[in-house]
């Protein structure tokens, strides 16, 4: 039988959120003024740091997810999204991440992105890194534009577990020999549905679980950290020696 591993994707595949470099790539086109961007900045954060499943800012996050794309064309958003993919969102995937995904990939089993971003550009960025397939958050269509809302609720929290029960039982897969990836104690639903979760640069929490529960912990920041410390103070002390040299000649 087929293994799917699933793949949250903000700080998890790439170093910040999806959502964010979308929303930055239309401004930067002419989408939207800086008020609008200002707003749904502001809804973001809001979701982001207080890590809770309060409704309220849920749908004012959910709001700000749609809003942008409403009223544009499929099509338009698409060639956009190819663009944006290319500006920011390649640069700034994890190779740690990647080479675990890649690892799946050669095993013979399926790897799926599961992400609050819009489809489209899920999926998008799934067909990039010759992934199987994408779980996002559905934008409604008519006559081939956005309307602005949203098929569904958005996919947070234990609707990515839901979105991920349906998809495995759909394909008649047990979903005990499925991997889940995830930085996020958001996503502890999700993790807690497979039988081999996994957690990539854990927040404090998740870490914590993580440990207390035996998973295993992927922290692909650790390198990154120590060259920012380690640099510069090589530097100082190469500058040092060479000016001690130089003073001793």
């Known amino acids: 039988m087929p293994r799917i591993a699933f793949f949250d994707v903000d700080n998890t595949l790439t170093r910040g ?3 964010y470099f979308l929303g930055r790539g239309m401004y930067n086109r002419g989408f939207f003024t800086k008020k609008d961007i200002g707003a749904w900045v502001l809804a973001n954060i809001r979701f982001r740091m207080t890590g ?45 991440t990647m080479a675990i995904a890649r690892k799946h990939l050669a095993a013979g089993d399926e790897v799926w992105l599961v992400t609050a971003s819009p489809q489209d550009f ?3 960025i799934a067909s990039k890194l010759g992934f199987t397939g994408a779980l996002g958050t559905r934008a409604e269509t008519k006559d081939g534009k956005y309307t602005g809302n949203l098929i569904g609720n958005l996919l947070h929290n234990k609707e990515k577990a839901r979105a991920v029960i349906e998809l495995v039982n759909s ?25 081999h979760p ?19 912990v992927h922290d692909f920041r650790r390198l990154r950290w120590l060259n920012r410390f380690i640099g510069p103070l090589v530097s100082r002390l190469a500058g040092f020696w060479t000016y001690l040299t130089a003073r001793n000649k």
């Open 198 to 216: 996994n957690a990539i640069n854990p927040d404090a929490k998740l870490r914590i679980i993580s440990f207390s529960s035996g998973w295993p």
């Open 52 to 96: 809770t499943e309060k409704r309220e800012v849920i749908a004012r996050f959910q709001k700000s997810a749609t809003d942008f794309i409403a009223g544009h064309k499929v099509d338009e958003i698409r060639i956009i999204g190819e663009e944006i993919y290319n500006e920011f969102v390649s640069p700034s995937l994890w190779d740690g």
């Open 171 to 195: 394909r008649n897969i047990d979903i005990k020999d499925c991997f889940a990836y995830s930085d996020s104690h958001n996503d502890l639903p999700l993790l807690e549905t497979v039988g």
């Open 17 to 19: 959120s999806t959502l």
């Open 122 to 124: 899920a999926e998008l």
